[in-house]
């Protein structure tokens, strides 16, 4: 039985108000420079185009996958359930609905705990646009509103799992799985977690058949998919480089420095909060948060023993790292909070947000006027073409040759934001040349084979491609070349050769070539 609901002054309005300047962020800016997201905007468009009569380049150069991916979701609201709107646009409204879904679901997690619980849905908001966020990996992001609406929605009805509700929780479970597997395994052991513990206070198996037959279909679906992809590479990240990740909270910080000191405060407050809650914890088995409180301990210890990269994935060290921090929210929420700490909670989780806003509002804005050029250059680019962008500054730079951007790399697929607004064949979408996307290359045209010189000779710094070998022995094209940067060295060379300038920017780092042959038959 809950308590009765004794609302914390002002908190509703603290976290609509928290709510609507994250979603200011997205809508103030013209692009959300994340690394990925050009390309699943190039994706999308594709998918929108591909069974069109006159995307007869496009079935040249892709293929589509037909296999149930576990990270379909942005894909088809982008390409089906959103083709209403131009891409872009699709994009804002998909991240503003995560933007909006991610601190609702925690918030409908705490509220099922116990109702007066719910002011904790406050430390949600620096997760928001985390590392794996700036890194485009969107659909990992909305997995995490997944994870807490299956875990809220199990919590409810934990005492009487009928069979429609199972089928409630199988349908959240099945949408983890088709955002991230990563996500869906951590929310598989926690249900399973919860519901033994609860199975071993109530001393009947019952409680574990309801989890059992819901995450039954998503784990059948997750066991096809890494089974195709057996004998992938497996790599681990050094023992002291996870006992600082986990300390610092370091999948917090991104784009700018100073988010590493915005997520160690956070990982600071963390802490403080458990250490009160576990000094005024009494040990009794019966206590209801041991659970939860098992759960952050489980996912802490996944996260030490995960490699950084399995069946293809990679990043799972950096994902794994926010859950026991997630956890923690919820076993937060089963621990009394007097007064002064509530309050304490809410200014300093509030005050972190809105730190990580502030250095995310002032690096977008830099990072934009860079990105606007790039995608001037698409307006000289001819429909239905190839296209090659070629980055010699990843996370570009600051006047005194630094790279501008930390951790992450905005303008290495920047091209994508060109194929999203016309079709086009983007050469270096390197989306296309994975098996874990709606699409992948033709293999005799993949460029990511026969025009880098080097494995991903594409995405190096600087790139290491063959511009005038690739034709002969591919009898692919290409039309186009868009260069950030400074080119040089032996791609400068080939460009000479084989190429001319058609457009630069003022600045002369944004320089559009078009094949000579091209120029010189028009």
């Not at 994340?34 to 468009?45: I, R």
């Not at 719910?118 to 509103?145: D, E, I, K, R, T």
């Not at 000191?261 to 802490?271: G, N, P, Y």
């Amino acid at each position: 039985m809950h308590l009765p609901i004794r609302r914390t002054s002002g908190e509703p309005l603290l976290f609509v108000l928290l709510l609507a300047l994250h979603l200011a962020l997205l809508w103030a800016f013209s692009f959300i420079p994340t690394q990925d997201g050009p390309g699943h905007q190039a994706v999308a468009f594709i998918l929108r185009q591909y069974d069109r009569p006159e995307a007869g380049l496009l079935r040249q150069y892709y293929l589509p996958n037909g296999e149930a991916l576990p990270n379909w979701f942005i894909f088809f609201l982008m390409s089906r359930v959103l083709s209403f709107v131009s891409v872009p646009m699709a994009e804002k409204i998909l991240l503003t609905a995560y933007v909006l879904l991610l601190p609702l679901a925690v918030r409908y997690a705490l509220k099922a705990i116990d109702p007066r619980a719910a002011f904790l849905s406050v430390l949600s908001f620096p997760f928001l646009y985390n590392f794996l966020f700036q890194m485009g990996f969107f659909n990992f992001c909305f997995s995490l509103a997944g994870f807490f609406f299956a875990l809220g929605y199990w919590w409810r009805n934990q005492e009487r799992m009928t069979p429609p509700r199972i089928a409630i929780l199988a349908l959240l479970v099945l949408w983890v799985y088709f955002c991230h597997p990563v996500t869906l395994v951590m929310t598989v052991v926690a249900l399973m977690a919860l519901a033994a513990w609860r199975t071993l206070k109530a001393g009947s198996r019952r409680g574990l058949l309801g989890p059992i037959l819901a995450c039954l279909p998503a784990l059948a679906l997750m066991i096809s998919f890494v089974g195709r992809r057996t004998g992938a590479t497996v790599s681990m990240l050094p023992l002291w480089a996870k006992v600082k990740h986990l300390a610092g909270l370091y999948s917090l910080a991104s784009v700018s420095r100073w988010t590493i000191l915005l997520a160690a405060a956070l990982a600071l407050l963390f802490f403080v909060v458990a250490l009160l809650c576990l000094r005024a914890r009494s040990w009794r088995p019966s206590q209801t948060g041991d659970g939860l409180l098992g759960v952050a301990v489980i996912f802490a210890f996944i996260f030490f023993v995960a490699p950084s990269e399995l069946a293809g994935g990679g990043f799972i060290n950096h994902r794994l790292n926010l859950f026991p921090f997630l956890a923690l929210i919820l076993w937060f929420g089963t621990c009394e909070h007097p007064a002064w700490r509530r309050r304490a909670i809410q200014i300093a989780a509030a005050g972190i947000a809105l730190g990580f806003l502030g250095v995310f509002a002032w690096m977008y804005a830099r990072i934009g006027a860079d990105l606007a050029q790039i995608v001037a250059a698409g307006d000289r680019v001819e429909p239905d073409h190839t296209l090659l962008f070629l980055s010699f500054a990843h996370r570009g730079e600051r006047r005194d040759g630094q790279p501008l951007v930390f951790r992450t790399a905005p303008y290495i697929h920047a091209s994508g934001y060109i194929a999203a607004r016309k079709r086009l064949v983007d050469l270096s979408l390197y989306e296309a040349s994975e098996n874990y996307f709606p699409i992948y290359f033709e293999p005799r045209l993949d460029p990511f084979r026969h025009l880098a010189a080097v494995p991903l000779g594409i995405e190096t710094e600087p790139p290491r491609v063959d511009l005038l070998g690739y034709s002969r022995r591919t009898g692919g094209r290409i039309d186009y070349v868009l260069i950030w940067g400074s080119p040089v060295g032996e791609t400068l060379r080939q460009i000479a050769a084989g190429y001319l300038e058609i457009w630069r920017s003022e600045d002369g780092r944004v320089r559009l070539y078009r094949t000579a042959s091209t120029v010189t038959s028009s």
